[in-house]
């Protein structure tokens, strides 16, 4: 089952949702604890920093949507095709990573969650292409981890890999 949607109004449903979602965890900023050291901008500039950037380009984006300068604009007849049941299965699949993050850890979530997503994208004989999902969801945790645990020092709840480490 699919929907379909000119294209210049699939940017603008997903930029406006985008917008407000943004606007939304903009307001949420404003509860975060007042800094503790004086001179040290606090706990949500950062955020409020990156919210505020996205907030830009939506409005850049939304401005050009509808003053009509926008290639979109001039080629409104273009289709969107939305698989219903592909978007359903990703939104799942997100779900069920975020609530067995905690029981089965990092590194097993983000393996098993990658390789259902290249499960559906690789093509090939099934012998072949399973041990491709493996190698690349492999590849793609130690990354993900690396990135994490090591670049930004972020505590996850890991079961194999060191939590993070100290420099």
């Known amino acids: ?33 007042e800094p503790m050291l004086p001179g040290y901008p606090g706990d949500a500039f950062f955020p409020q920093l990156i919210i505020g950037f996205g907030l830009i ?11 009509k300068r926008d290639i979109l604009s ?29 029981p089965l850890g990092f ?14 994208r690789f093509r090939g004989e099934l012998k072949v292409r399973l041990f491709r999902i493996v190698i690349v969801a492999l590849i793609t945790t130690i990354i993900s981890w690396a990135c994490f645990a090591i670049i930004l020092n972020v505590n996850f709840p ?5 939590d993070y480490i100290q420099f």
């Not at 699919?2 to 404003?30: D, G, H, N, P």
């Not at 590194?107 to 559906?120: A, D, G, K, N, Y």
């Not at 890991?158 to 060191?162: G, N, R, T």
């Open 158 to 162: 890991v079961k194999i890999l060191p």
């Open 107 to 120: 590194e097993v979530t983000t393996f098993i969650f990658m390789s259902l997503l290249f499960l559906t």
């Open 1 to 33: 089952m699919e929907i379909l949607v000119s294209q210049r109004r699939a940017t603008l449903v997903v930029t406006l949702v985008t917008t407000a979602l943004f606007a939304m965890m903009l307001w949420r900023t404003a509860d975060f604890a």
């Open 57 to 67: 380009w939506c409005a850049i984006l939304l401005y050009r949507l509808m003053s």
């Open 74 to 102: 001039n080629d409104d007849a273009s289709i969107v095709r939305i698989p219903i049941g592909n978007f359903a299965l990703v939104c799942l699949y997100v779900v069920a990573y975020v609530m067995l993050l905690a």
